[in-house]
Nanobody, 114 residues
């Protein structure tokens, strides 16, 4: 089983990034997928989730209206589109597969700074 995040980096405030999470080794289309983040010195924060069929999404209040989660079950890939980024969005971002088992990626760093 693998979840591999990519797309992180350094971006200026107000900028955008799109994170990807490539899944393999399990039935991706059967799992609710979630994005978490962990800022320096803080615990894990749930950013949002998307249901297995993409019919339902929900987001933390801190990112609502700025971030969008999507998935492509044909490509076994989860996405996080992040717009209007703020310095407080700086964190390591993790994807999580939540279902019969619970799988985690290794994380990708997002730094928002001028």
């Amino acid at each position: 089983v693998q979840l591999v995040e990519s797309g992180g980096g350094l971006v200026q405030p107000g900028g955008s990034l799109r994170l990807s999470c490539a899944a393999s080794g399990f039935t991706f289309s059967s799992y609710t997928m979630r994005w978490y983040r962990q800022a320096p010195g803080k615990g894990h924060e749930l950013v949002g989730f998307i249901s297995s069929s993409s019919s339902t999404t929900d987001y933390a209040d801190s990112v609502k209206g700025r971030f969008t989660i999507s998935r492509d079950n044909a490509k076994n890939t989860l996405y996080l589109q992040m717009n209007s980024l703020r310095p407080e969005d700086t964190a390591v971002y993790y994807c999580n597969a939540w279902g019969p088992q619970n799988y985690w990626g290794q994380g990708t760093q997002v730094t928002v700074s001028s």
